[in-house]
């Protein structure tokens, strides 16, 4: 797709799908020792990334499906990646539908009490512009970060928003989160926000999400 300084960005691959799940993992862990998809899925790693590998591979539409993703690769390897989507196309509900196909072809599903400390979530969930082009699932290998991969990957996806229509793009970090909230400003994004909740503090040991936004 795109070629530069030692590395290449290409949309992501069925190949890409333990990578993904990786990305996923750790993006939503953010700088927090348990995040979202450890409360959903309580377990190994090994087992929450198959979870999530099957779950980046449905056919159902939703923010963790592989085909929203861009991977930045060094060497052919997969080293970094993040993913863009409209909210009206891949959020609300859509993750449920997703969850429900893999059920059916692995039997796998969330801890229903697991899910119930997830959710806590939603109490700080930022809220999108009609039409924001959201960015999310941002993360790099550890041994491939400080090579602009993030800086590159960020400039591409969100051409594919402007491509798409977009003239508003939105990305958010957990409080406290302070190196993807400098990342993203030397983007271009700037803080519009930020929410806090006592009960979702309880479960995630941080105050809250601070929303971030910038034009296209």
Not at 29 to 52: A, K, N, Q, V
Not at 100 to 106: C, G, K, M
Not at 189 to 201: C, I, L, S, T
């Amino acid at each position: 797709m795109t070629a530069t300084s030692g590395f290449q960005i290409v949309e992501a691959q069925p190949k890409h799908a333990p990578f993904i799940a990786w990305v996923i993992l750790t993006a939503f862990r953010s700088h927090l020792e348990r995040g979202f998809w450890d409360f959903m899925c309580p377990g190994t790693d090994e087992e929450i990334l198959h979870y999530l590998e099957a779950l980046t591979s449905t056919k159902t539409a939703h923010w963790a499906q592989l085909p929203l993703f861009l991977v930045a690769e060094v060497d052919g390897e997969p080293a970094a990646a993040l993913s863009g989507y409209f909210e009206e196309e891949h959020a609300g509900e859509k993750l449920t539908d997703g969850m429900t196909e893999v059920f059916e072809a692995t039997g796998l599903y969330p801890d229903p009490a697991g899910v119930k400390r997830a959710l806590t979530v939603t109490n700080v969930a930022p809220e999108h512009v009609p039409g924001a082009w959201i960015i999310e699932d941002v993360a790099t290998r550890p041994e491939f970060r400080r090579r602009g991969l993030v800086d590159a990957l960020m400039q591409e996806i969100m051409n594919r928003g402007r491509k798409r229509g977009a003239t508003v793009s939105d990305i958010s970090v957990f409080i406290g989160n302070d190196s993807a909230q400098k990342a993203y400003e030397k983007a271009g994004y700037v803080v519009v926000g930020e929410k806090r909740h006592p009960e979702f503090e309880a479960v995630y040991k941080t105050p809250g999400v601070r929303a971030l936004r910038r034009a296209l």
